[in-house]
T-cell receptor, first 114, second 114 residues
């Protein structure tokens, strides 16, 4: 079945460090891929998405490229800030009968210190 | 405009009692989703509504779980005869039409079954 695997955290970085959070997926068909972020005390919000192979989603300095050949959608940021501390979830569109439910990874906690 | 709202924000109940969780989606959004997040786990899809019909209930874990939606408005998730394993954060999301459109999440209801 469809599934998402993301690297376990927590990930602890110093400000201005380079960030990579790995995400790989298993899916039949051609899912859309998403990264959601949950800041402390807030609800989940969409960070970026890509709907087809080789698409690059980007937002707030974060980027992720939809790689069909490696079934991956790794999240990257060149220089993290303390305000990026949050839990990051990789997800794909569920390809169920309604084609709409999201399948999430378990989440990766990022902690950035100054 | 207002985002997705959920109530109550926290609920503590005793094993065996019924609970009702409420979700108010963004006005005009026809698609509504319920997810569950147990501690240390990713989000699990429960049920999807398009308008007031539920074409996908595949994620409901048992017949103790049910959900309704009034038109394209409020939805309630009911858990009967709660068990300790039902303890989780229950998240509601809505999107304009479903499909691969962005889902907007509410802050969740944290349910604790003693």
């Amino acid at each position: 079945g469809n599934s998402v695997t993301q690297m376990e955290g927590p990930v602890t970085l110093s400000e201005e460090a380079f960030l990579t959070i790995n995400c790989t997926y298993t899916a039949t068909g051609y899912p859309s891929l998403f990264w959601y972020v949950q800041y402390p005390g807030e609800g989940l919000q969409l960070l970026l998405k890509a709907t087809k192979a080789d698409d690059k989603g980007s937002n707030k300095g974060f980027e992720a490229t939809y790689r069909k050949e490696t079934t991956s959608f790794h999240l990257e940021k060149g220089s993290v800030q303390v305000s990026d501390s949050a839990v990051y979830f990789c997800a794909l569109s569920g390809l169920n009968q309604a084609g709409t439910a999201l399948i999430f990874g378990k989440g990766t906690t990022l902690s950035v210190s100054s | 405009g207002a985002g997705v709202s959920q109530s109550p924000s926290n609920k503590v109940t005793e094993k065996g009692k019924d609970v009702e969780l409420r979700c108010d989606p963004i006005s005009g959004h026809t698609a509504l989703y319920w997810y569950r997040q147990r501690l240390g786990q990713g989000l699990e899809f429960l049920i999807y509504f398009q308008g007031n019909s539920a074409p996908d209930k595949s994620g409901l874990p048992s017949d103790r779980f049910s959900a309704e939606r009034t038109g394209e408005s409020v939805s309630t998730l009911t858990i009967q005869r709660t068990q300790q394993e039902d303890s989780a954060v229950y998240l509601c999301a809505s999107s304009q039409r479903g499909g691969i459109e962005t889902q907007y999440f509410g802050p969740g209801t944290r349910l604790l079954v003693l």
